[in-house]
């Protein structure tokens, strides 16, 4: 199975920050990448889909970016409903698989 | 717009199965691609298995072989998932979600907590 790794698994930010978050995969899944933003208790939102599609209704603050390997989340301004944890997701085997995920916190 | 409503929550002994359902709205169930998807207590995602539209079959991760079983029915757009041989590392919520055009999940169900203990 192609195994993806996050990174950081937390990260500390203020409102208005803007805010990357990587994720790494064991194999080119060329832009077979998802994003989501999950809070406690509440299913899983997808944000980001084939890399750097922006689902609809997302705020474009959001962004996806990478190719291959290595992907990037990132928000250019933090909203005080962006402290949330964050997955990505592989869909470039029939294996799917997620990362570790990234918990943004309030600094 | 679809709608996914799962049913409610279990609590199991080790060794039994549990059986959850997740049912359409919106759209029929042979327009979506049903997956299922766990979440243990403060853990990450780990996907289950799902339908592949691309060959027409139900495939499930090779960690659930042999113990997990996704079935549909049409007539009510119920989709299933069944779990056998439940142990304790099962404790998790359990999601369905539908995979969009490029096996990402766009809509899910609000997730039903199954807990084994015994």
């Known amino acids: 199975d192609i195994q993806m790794t996050q990174s950081p698994s937390t990260l500390s930010a203020s409102v208005g920050d803007r805010v990357t978050i990587t994720c790494r995969a064991s194999?080119?899944?060329?832009?077979?990448l998802a994003w989501y933003q999950q809070k406690p208790g509440k299913a899983p939102k997808l944000l980001i889909y084939k890399a750097s599609s922006l689902e609809s209704g997302v705020p474009s603050r959001f962004s996806g970016s990478g190719s291959g390997t290595e992907f990037t989340l990132t928000i250019s301004s933090l909203q005080p409903d962006d402290f949330a944890t964050y997955y990505c997701q592989q869909y470039n085997s029939r294996a799917l698989t997620f990362g570790g995920g990234t918990k943004v916190e309030i600094k | 717009q679809v709608q996914l409503v799962q049913s409610g929550a279990e609590v199991k002994k080790p060794g039994a199965s549990v059986k959850v359902s997740c049912k359409v709205s919106g759209y029929t169930l042979t327009e979506l691609s049903m997956h299922w998807v766990r979440q243990a207590p403060g853990k990450g995602l780990e996907w289950m298995g799902g339908f592949d539209p691309e060959d027409g079959e139900t495939i499930y991760a090779q960690k659930f072989q042999g113990r997990v079983t996704m079935t549909e029915d049409t007539s009510t757009d119920t989709a299933y998932m069944e779990l056998s041989s439940l142990r304790s590392e099962d404790t998790a919520v359990y999601y369905c979600?539908?995979?969009?055009?490029?096996?990402?999940?766009?809509?899910w169900g609000q997730g039903t907590l199954v807990t084994v203990s015994s």
């Open positions: 194999q080119s899944i060329s832009s077979w």
């Open positions: 979600a539908n995979s969009g055009s490029y096996y990402e999940f766009d809509y």
